[in-house]
């Protein structure tokens, strides 16, 4: 009874920011709002240009798609608040709203790990059976694998984020940092956080490095099936069929593993940069590096635009106009 009574106890987390300097704060706001509506643009764009392509429906951009729709999720988990508060000079999270932003950055990121990992077998059967393709990656297999991608997601984010926030939380409020990163949270609890930690730790092996395993070994299967291809032209094609991928994989496990695998360091001005750069840049990121490396997507963007022009030039407003005009004169002959 005493350590329900001590969890209600901090209904107010305050969280330090990236700094406490007015002027660098006002400087951080336009810059960070830049790479939010970008992140927002670039990945809706990308979604709608998948959508709207029919050469584009395909279990890669299929994956693609939601890739995006999860780089947007993960970034307005964070990116709203962390704004807002640039404007404060006291940056306060209610205990259910951090526990809350948690909770969506965790189910994005663990799903996006497994949305990787899906993406890098997509990869594989492509490269290595690739007369076989069609067959295995049929369209209702790929939203199979995006389901269970996001239900391992949001499984496993409920699995531990549900027990970190039970615990007692009787004294401390103050988090070093400018997100709710549950290293960060546990530590002020007044009860032993033994449990917690496990928990996370279990999820973290499991699903993170889990998907990075499978990322691996399909990437190991990919090598063994380019050396097979005599031609170095094939090799070439079929490493570029991955190399969008494998820098989208090198980006988001690099950069968060360094964090989460020295979580003692969670108060350092270097823990903080890393954090911005896997929460805010990766999402703004994906996007680019899968388009600006992909001829297909290019292709599909220079129609889109050339149709644009099209139908808003002034030819053609004005052919719509002398159109219009004839019908009408036509009827009321």
């Given at each position: ?286 996007p680019l590096i899968y388009s600006l490396r992909n001829k297909v997507i290019k292709e599909a963007t220079k129609r889109l635009i ?28």
């Amino acid at each position: 009874m005493e350590g329900a009574e001590n969890h209600t106890s901090v209904a107010m987390f305050i969280l330090l920011g990236l700094s406490d300097e007015k002027e660098l704060q006002l400087i951080l706001l336009p810059v960070f709002l830049g790479i939010y509506l970008g992140t927002l643009i670039w990945n809706l764009g990308l979604i709608i240009l998948i959508r709207i392509n029919s050469n584009l429906h395909t279990p890669m951009y299929l994956f693609l798609s939601s890739l995006s729709f999860i780089d947007i999720c993960y970034s307005s988990s964070i990116s709203p608040k962390m704004l807002s508060d640039f404007l404060r000079d006291e940056k306060k999270i209610s205990f259910m709203a951090c526990a809350t932003q948690y909770f969506v950055r965790a189910w994005m990121g663990l799903a996006e790990c497994c949305l990787l990992a899906a993406m890098a077998y997509d990869r594989y059967i492509a490269i290595g059976n690739p007369l076989q393709y069609s067959a295995i990656m049929l369209p209702s297999h790929c939203w199979k694998m995006i389901a269970g991608a996001c239900a391992s997601g949001f499984l496993s984010s409920l699995v531990h984020v549900v027990p970190c926030f039970h615990l007692s939380y009787c004294g401390p409020n103050i988090i070093q940092h400018f997100l709710c990163d549950i290293p960060q949270v546990i530590s002020l609890s007044c009860s032993n956080p033994f449990m917690c930690q496990m928990m996370v730790f279990l999820v973290a092996m499991f699903v993170g490095l889990g998907s990075l395993f499978i990322i691996l070994l399909s990437y190991g299967f990919i090598a063994a099936s380019i050396l097979k291809i005599s031609s170095g032209k094939g090799s070439a094609k079929a490493f570029n069929t991955c190399a969008s991928h494998l820098a989208a994989v090198i980006l988001f496990y690099s950069t968060s593993l360094s964090v989460y695998m020295n979580p003692g360091s969670g108060h350092s001005v270097k823990h903080k940069v890393l954090s911005i750069f896997y929460v805010i840049f990766v999402p703004f990121l994906n996007p680019l590096i899968y388009s600006l490396r992909n001829k297909v997507i290019k292709e599909a963007t220079k129609r889109l635009i050339k149709r644009q022009h099209f139908y808003f030039s002034k030819n053609n407003i004005w052919a719509a106009i002398v159109t219009i005009r004839k019908r009408e004169a036509s009827i009321f002959k």
